[in-house]
């Protein structure tokens, strides 16, 4: 039996991001996400102008004058969502945790996906695969991917990204449009990218909390590391203990942009203290220039 508050959580998201879907990025998603290529509709008298290369041959000679093939997009699609459940999405300095953010923004892209009669699937990951929930179609299903999010009890406290995406390379054959959605907390996981990367469209989403990037002055604080448990006492008045920490938070959003880009995965940067909607919306505007 799923408890009240989670059924409400659900509601309350796809009402959310209904409303975002049917208002903003319906047209969005469409016009970047386009299906597996053309497939064979109807075939129809050759008018002037058409390419010659589409002509049929088998009905044009039987007809005793030239006809051409029809073909239209062919739209289904499968969207994949390889969400990072672990102990460090348990974090956040505004309104919510990286973890609900992260959340949100994969029921807006599954209600996208089914509005455009796409597949949608789910991988739920710790530092192993903790659920796998076949692509389908429909919002029943969509709202199932979601209680799976909110419902789900992580068995892992840490991260490993690379098992995800093996999971993802031997699990789905087809080709997918494939949203991973995690802080990336985590090394180790390039070859599995670049091996998961040939046969799907990988997106990377990246949900971080500004107080990962720098730390105000507030005197003596404990840190602790929710993937490790490791706590440490630091004296934040000391400017040199911050500009360190900026410093190596920098550093890690550096390396981490140049790895996607040399593997040319697509990366959206989400942070807590701001909308979602703005970096999904710039996203989509790339990917429908680079697509015409």
Same mark, same amino acid.
């Given at each position: 039996?799923?408890?009240?508050?989670?059924?409400?959580?659900?509601?309350?998201?796809?009402?959310?991001?209904?409303?975002?879907?049917?208002?903003?990025?319906?047209?969005?998603?469409?016009?970047?996400?386009? /299906?597996? /290529?053309?497939?064979?509709?109807?075939? +129809?008298?050759?008018?002037?102008?058409?390419?010659?290369?589409?002509?049929?041959?088998?009905?044009?000679?039987?007809?005793?004058?030239?006809?051409?093939?029809?073909?239209?997009?062919?739209?289904?699609?499968? $969207?994949?969502?390889?969400?990072?459940?672990?102990?460090?999405?348990?974090?956040?300095?505004? =309104?919510?945790?990286? /973890?609900?953010?992260?959340? =949100?923004?994969?029921?807006?892209?599954?209600?996208?996906?089914?509005?455009?009669?796409?597949? $949608?699937?789910?991988?739920?990951?710790?530092?192993? $695969?903790?659920?796998?929930?076949?692509?389908?179609? /429909?919002?029943?299903?969509?709202?199932?991917?979601?209680?799976?999010?909110?419902?789900?009890?992580?068995?892992?406290?840490?991260?490993?990204?690379?098992?995800?995406?093996?999971?993802?390379? +031997?699990?789905?054959?087809?080709?997918?449009?494939?949203?991973? $959605?995690?802080?990336?907390?985590?090394?180790?996981? =390039?070859?599995?990218?670049?091996?998961?990367? #040939?046969?799907?469209?990988?997106?990377?989403?990246?949900?971080?909390?500004? +107080?990962?990037?720098?730390?105000?002055?507030?005197?003596?604080?404990?840190?602790?590391?929710?993937?490790?448990?490791?706590?440490?006492?630091?004296?934040?008045?000391?400017?040199?203990?911050?500009?360190?920490?900026?410093?190596?938070?920098?550093?890690?959003?550096?390396?981490?942009?140049?790895?996607?880009?040399?593997?040319?995965?697509?990366?959206?940067?989400? #942070?807590?203290?701001?909308?979602?909607? =703005?970096?999904?919306? +710039?996203?989509?505007?790339?990917?429908?220039?680079?697509?015409?």
């Amino acid at each position: 039996m799923i408890p009240k508050e989670i059924l409400k959580k659900v509601k309350r998201i796809e009402i959310t991001t209904r409303g975002l879907v049917n208002d903003v990025f319906s047209g969005e998603y469409h016009s970047v996400f386009k /299906g597996r /290529g053309m497939e064979f509709s109807e075939v +129809r008298e050759y008018q002037p102008g058409d390419d010659v290369r589409t002509i049929d041959w088998n009905v044009t000679a039987r007809m005793g004058h030239p006809y051409v093939k029809v073909f239209e997009e062919e739209r289904e699609m499968t $969207v994949m969502l390889l969400v990072d459940v672990s102990s460090s999405g348990n974090f956040g300095t505004f =309104e919510r945790m990286k /973890g609900e953010i992260a959340t =949100e923004i994969c029921a807006l892209l599954a209600f996208s996906a089914i509005k455009n009669n796409d597949k $949608v699937g789910l991988i739920i990951f710790t530092d192993t $695969v903790e659920k796998f929930v076949p692509p389908k179609k /429909g919002k029943i299903h969509v709202l199932r991917v979601l209680r799976e999010l909110l419902y789900h009890e992580p068995q892992g406290i840490q991260t490993d990204i690379g098992e995800a995406l093996e999971y993802l390379t +031997r699990v789905s054959r087809r080709r997918t449009v494939s949203f991973l $959605v995690s802080d990336f907390i985590n090394t180790g996981y =390039e070859k599995a990218l670049q091996i998961a990367n #040939r046969r799907h469209d990988i997106v990377a989403i990246t949900v971080t909390d500004p +107080r990962e990037m720098s730390i105000p002055d507030v005197g003596f604080i404990e840190l602790e590391d929710a993937e490790s448990g490791e706590v440490i006492m630091v004296d934040t008045s000391f400017g040199g203990f911050r500009d360190s920490y900026e410093m190596e938070a920098s550093a890690n959003v550096i390396q981490r942009t140049k790895l996607f880009q040399s593997m040319n995965v697509d990366h959206i940067d989400i #942070r807590t203290d701001q909308s979602y909607v =703005e970096p999904l919306m +710039r996203f989509f505007r790339m990917r429908a220039k680079r697509f015409r």
